[in-house]
Structures are given as C-alpha cells and as structure tokens.
C-alpha cells in the first residue's frame, strides 16, 4: 500500500476465521485475500464475479511458493535417498494431476466426499496448469524468487534477520 500512497492507517483489519467467504463479502468488506485455486474457482462454480488480483502483480516480491515441502537438514543428511524417493514418488502424484484433473479430482472426492465435486474438478483444472508454471519441470524453484520474497519479509519487519536463501531450499533432490 505504501508503494501506492495509500494510507494503511485507513483500512480496518477483521479476521474472518471460517465465516464463509460469499457471505463474508456481502457485509462491509472491501477486499479479501483468496486461495486463487479454491475460492477463485468457487466463485467461478457459482457464476460470482470477482475483481481479482494476484498479490504478485502489486509487488513482485509477493511471487512465492506455495505449497513447499520441508524436510531438516538431518534427514537430508542421513538419508537422502529417502527425500530423493519421497519426492520421485510426489513428482508422480503431481504429474498425474497435471495429465488428469479429472480423474485426480474424482480420487481426492473418495477421500473427502464432503467436498463439492463441480468445485473440486475446475479446481483440479485450474491447478493443472500452474503446478510447472514457469518452471521446466515439477518442483524447480528458482533462487530469485526465494531471495526477493526474504527480503521483502525482513525488510517489513515479517522476520527478524535476513534469511540466507541457499539454506532456504534446494532442487537438488528432484526427479531427473
């Protein structure tokens, strides 16, 4: 907002915690931050318009990874074939759901039949095409884009110290 001179002193915080999203914004609600990937294509399920922008076009430190996997440097340590077979075997999930939103959203439904199937499948669709995005394979991360996020979390007060970003993540553990 401060790159805008917009004035943050203005906007009045609430935490909406699990109230509905579609009910949350018929009260006097401005602007929400969404999951792209679920209500995004929620409101796109129930023909809701919406006037969405991904927080990375206001500032392109706000590009990140989501979601990440973690590990410690003690299993990487002792055990790195495990992460190597970890990640092989999630590669082949992810891939899978890249090649057949469909039938990936239809396995997840046996899981959680409590989910709505129309939003569980243009969800699965909608994610098919970003799990590579700009990226040459599933899982490669790039440097700059740890770095800048850091930075941006340190230099607004989100983290204490500088985080070395080489620490942060590797790809050295991808399938080939």
């Not at 969404?34 to 294509?41: H, L, Q, R, S």
């Not at 077979?85 to 899981?111: D, Q, V």
């Not at 709505?116 to 790039?142: D, R």
């Amino acid at each position: 907002m401060m790159k805008n001179n917009a004035d943050y002193s203005k906007v009045k915080n609430i935490t909406l915690g699990n109230d509905d999203f579609f009910a949350a914004t018929q009260k006097e609600i401005d602007f929400v931050w969404i999951f792209e990937a679920w209500t995004g294509m929620e409101a796109k399920v129930r023909g809701v318009e919406l006037n969405y922008i991904p927080v990375k076009d206001l500032d392109p430190a706000l590009n990140y990874y989501t979601p990440i996997l973690i590990t410690n440097t003690k299993t990487i340590k002792e055990n790195p074939d495990k992460v190597r077979r970890f990640l092989k075997a999630t590669e082949k999930g992810y891939r899978y759901a890249i090649e057949k939103p469909e039938e990936s959203g239809k396995i997840l439904l046996k899981y959680a039949p409590e989910l709505e199937e129309e939003l569980v499948i243009e969800s699965q669709k909608f994610l098919a095409g970003e799990y590579t995005k700009g990226a040459p394979k599933w899982g490669v991360m790039k440097e700059e884009i740890w770095r800048n996020y850091a930075e941006f979390l340190f230099q607004n007060g989100l983290i204490e110290k500088e985080l070395n970003v080489e620490d942060a993540y590797t790809n050295e553990f991808l399938p080939e």
